[in-house]
């Protein structure tokens, strides 16, 4: 079975259950953890990649305990706070959506045209380019 | 009659508010359409503005006592390093200096996420930054250690102090070779597959007086969103003319300003934390300087435009690393601004370093700071070294 991404979102009195523990041990499943943002007694966000069998009650037993589970499309997104319209990322960008507007030179970016292939968020200098889950 | 002007005489007209002040871009087309001798009659003062990375640039901090006092030997700012080998809680921190765990090239490309531009970013935003210091303890000064959160506005004196910024002109950047490389111009792609260039062109301060007849030691400065001033020429401060192997004279390169002002004053739009992805961290300078039309031969100097502005294009998998003198040819901003440069029958894509826009936003901000009597021009205590000068780079042994 492919594996699939998946962010978690959980509310603060489940944040210190040790549930991807649950998830290996209990469903076989293979999770890598892409992002965690996880405090004791607060509100947390993980997303993971989760590969296996029984990914559907793995998925199944989170929304058991009140972990809201959602799909995730992976999306990059131009920080226009950080964005300082170098140009530096135009060139490096392979599908044009990343483009420098003449005559003003600033740099524009269409999500409808990026392919999510990440060389731009390693390439800006101002780390302006994120990925958005 | 010949256009003869006074610094005296150029503040006198700020002041009465009736400066006519224009953009180095403004300045362009003006001279286009009127000719030098009115252009040089009617305007006072040019602004230009450059935004790029500045390697060479860094900040005086002077903490202030603790109770014990410390005599701090070795400093950190947000886990940076900081050189601290001036006085007892005096540091120096570089832009290009990175975080002791920083893993570098070790994982090739390094991210280089975190710097010392970033920590003067985030010291002008005035976020909290964590102080780590140690002292090796003196009867004067006993105490071994300390840790504290400081932020800008606590600390006694923060300096900017930039030893080489606004280079004069700089290198088309590309790569010969078959691999990606990773350079402090960006990532450059095999066979020519990219070029970068860094240089607002014909807004770049010192592209605008060449010759260096009005920018010296004490010139006013929009420097990092604030007020600065130039400290001395910049290192590595080699004044002299590009020359093509013909002998075709493709204009001037090579000069270099040390800056200073008060961080304090500052703002995090215009000094930016910056990564370069395989090469390091530094950061990103705004920079503008406003130059006195004295006389016609200023006047002529600053409009000249991006079609007569000309980079060298240089090799940067082989001819750089090695020091070896290149030869491709040179291109001028207008070429290199337009998307597309030619390199022996071939079309390559290009990208600057520096932002255009952001350079424009300076050399508008500057021109207003005059228009409304805010900033005036101050006259050099001395002038810099140019192009006539002769200066000749010396290199390393070894």
């Excluded at chain 1, 599908?95 to 999500?111: H, N, T």
């Excluded at chain 2, 603790?66 to 950190?76: F, S, T």
């Excluded at chain 2, 090239?105 to 010392?116: A, M, T, V």
């Excluded at chain 2, 424009?360 to 900033?375: M, P, V």
Aim: include cysteine; proline fraction near 5%.
């Amino acid at each position: 079975m492919a594996p699939q991404k998946v962010v978690l979102r959980f509310d603060a009195k489940i944040s210190d259950q040790p549930v991807i523990y649950k998830l290996v041990k209990d469903y076989d499943l293979v999770i890598n953890i892409l992002k965690a943002n996880v405090n004791p007694q607060k509100e947390g966000t993980m997303v993971l990649d989760i590969n296996g069998e029984k990914a559907e009650q793995g998925i199944d037993y989170l929304r058991s305990l009140g972990v809201q589970v959602k799909s995730l499309t992976e999306q990059i997104i131009q920080n226009e706070q950080k964005c300082v319209s170098c140009g530096a990322c135009t060139d490096i960008c392979p599908s044009g959506a990343l483009y420098i507007e003449r005559p003003d030179m600033i740099v524009r970016f269409d999500s409808d045209r990026c392919v999510v292939c990440h060389l731009c968020v390693k390439a800006c200098p101002m780390r302006a380019m994120e990925v958005c889950f | 009659m010949a256009v003869e002007k006074t610094y005296q005489e150029i503040n006198a007209r700020i002041k009465a508010g009736k400066a006519v002040v224009v953009t180095a871009e403004e300045l362009v087309s003006m001279v286009k359409e009127k000719g030098v001798e009115r252009a040089a009659s009617e305007v006072d003062v040019v602004t230009t503005g450059t935004f790029g990375p500045m390697c060479s640039s860094g900040a005086f901090l002077s903490f202030g006592h603790a109770k014990p006092r410390i005599k701090m030997h070795k400093v950190w700012l947000n886990n940076v390093p900081a050189y601290t080998g001036i006085a007892a809680v005096d540091a120096y921190i570089g832009a290009t200096e990175v975080r002791e765990d920083d893993p570098l090239n070790s994982d090739h490309p390094g991210e280089f996420r975190y710097g010392g531009g970033h920590v003067i970013q985030d010291l002008v935003a005035r976020k909290k930054v964590m102080l780590k210091a140690t002292g090796y303890g003196t009867d004067c000064y006993p105490r071994k250690e300390i840790e504290t959160e400081i932020t800008i506005d606590d600390i006694n004196e923060a300096i900017l102090f930039n030893p080489r910024n606004a280079y004069q002109n700089y290198n088309c950047a590309i790569n010969l070779s078959a691999k990606t490389i990773y350079t402090y111009l960006g990532v450059l792609k095999p066979h020519m597959g990219n070029a970068h260039f860094s240089t607002s062109g014909q807004l770049s301060p010192l592209l605008k007086d060449p010759m260096f007849r009005t920018i010296g030691i004490g010139t006013r400065i929009f420097l990092g969103g604030g007020i600065g001033y130039v400290a001395w020429n910049g290192t590595q401060h080699f004044p002299g003319r590009n020359t093509g192997e013909d002998g075709t004279d493709y204009g001037f390169a090579g000069g270099t300003l040390s800056v200073i002002g008060d961080l304090k004053q500052m703002s995090p739009r215009w000094l930016v934390g910056t990564s370069m992805i395989g090469y390091g961290a530094t950061m990103t300078v705004g920079l503008g300087i406003p130059i006195p039309i004295l006389n016609e031969e200023i006047c002529r100097y600053a409009a000249v435009g991006d079609d007569e502005l000309y980079a060298p294009i240089v090799d940067y998998s082989e001819d750089y690393p090695n020091f070896k003198s290149s030869s491709l040819g040179f291109i001028s901003y207008a070429q290199l601004k337009s998307g597309k440069i030619n390199i022996n029958g071939k079309e390559v894509p290009t990208a600057p370093v520096s932002s255009y826009p952001r350079a424009r936003e300076i050399a508008a901000t500057l021109k207003t700071w005059i228009k409304k009597g805010d900033f005036l021009l101050s006259e050099p205590v001395q002038l810099l070294a140019n192009a006539d000068s002769g200066i000749v780079a010396n290199s390393l042994k070894g």
